[in-house]
């Protein structure tokens, strides 16, 4: 979950001479954030450094981090989602591609190298919001007035995310990670009307790509369920629900990753071993087990309880 990022002061050191803009459009500093906490932590999987919203160079939507994403013109009419450029992801995604191939000439063999993307729903709503959004108000507007507006959009979304993952297995991409970081947005059955489809579209067309595909849906408390329905490779757990229980809900046959409150790394030491041994044992029910945080670490984490997480994971 964002392995890279400002916790780390090597990380910080970067950023202290590019913007996240350049950083992101940089392949050989992409590759450089990417291995910090694979060289610090001694993890068992790299994740590119990039973000969700690198997509919008095909589509010519600009957005700016100030840190969080801006999009100044927001689209939300059917005249604004046809203007859009609508462009191939290998015209405008290069240095994603170039990015990947760096991490793996860096990598050289260490660990797997996991490649992502947003879920077409999350991608969609920071043009339909113009960023973050609590209530997602445009985005479900869309859906529930317009939805065959809202379902053109999220269509020519995942026919964009599918060439986007494509191209980074082709350049080296090990696995890949399907980010659904605002689905719990809707509520269940609205979801499996409005959204569903075009997740399952996407998992669907790249399964051929011959790597494996987690799917993680933020929310997994109400939209478990339908997550574990496709086929994905592995299903993430947030720390909204317990893993045992998330195992109950997906089946013992799924392979499950997940799901530490990344804030509890704010805690004591014994908190954190207490909590994330907890997880191993619940994880154990499953067919398989990645341990992971249940979302992103926050920036206040002390590396040195990221180790200590590591060595209590790997000797658990």
Not at 34 to 45: E, M, V
Not at 256 to 280: F, H, S
Not at 283 to 298: D, K, M, Q, V
């Amino acid at each position: 979950m964002r392995q890279a990022g400002r916790y780390l002061p090597e990380y910080r050191e970067v950023r202290s001479r590019v913007t996240f803009e350049e950083l992101c459009r940089s392949p050989e500093l992409c590759a450089e954030v990417t291995l910090q906490p694979i060289d610090r932590f001694g993890l068992d999987a790299a994740i590119l450094f990039s973000d969700i919203l690198v997509v919008f160079d095909a589509i010519g939507v600009p957005v700016a981090f100030n840190p969080a994403p801006k999009v100044a013109s927001p689209v939300r009419t059917a005249s604004e989602v046809d203007g859009l450029r609508w462009g191939r992801a290998a015209d405008h995604l290069d240095y994603v591609y170039q990015a990947v191939r760096a991490c793996k000439r860096a990598l050289a063999g260490r660990v797997p190298l996991i490649g992502f993307c947003g879920a077409p729903m999350t991608t969609a709503s920071y043009m339909i919001e113009g960023g973050g959004s609590r209530e997602f108000e445009h985005t479900k507007a869309m859906a529930f007035t317009e939805p065959a507006l809202f379902g053109r959009m999220l269509e020519r979304i995942t026919t964009l995310l599918v060439e986007y993952l494509a191209g980074q297995v082709a350049a080296g991409a090990d696995a890949l990670q399907i980010f659904e970081s605002w689905g719990a947005a809707f509520a269940p059955d609205d979801y499996r009307i409005h959204v569903l489809p075009h997740l399952r579209r996407l998992v669907d067309e790249c399964k051929p790509l011959g790597v494996p595909i987690i799917l993680f849906v933020r929310g997994n408390a109400s939209l478990l369920a339908q997550a574990a329905e496709l086929d994905a490779d592995v299903v993430g757990v947030d720390w909204s629900i317990g893993m045992a229980d998330a195992i109950e809900v997906v089946g013992p046959r799924r392979v499950v990753q997940g799901n530490l409150d990344p804030l509890t790394l704010l805690g004591p030491p014994e908190l954190v071993t207490a909590k994330a041994e907890a997880i191993v044992a619940a994880g154990r029910r499953a067919r398989a087990h990645i341990f992971n945080l249940g979302h992103g670490i926050s920036r206040h984490t002390d590396p040195a309880m990221v180790q200590h997480l590591v060595d209590v994971v790997h000797g658990a």
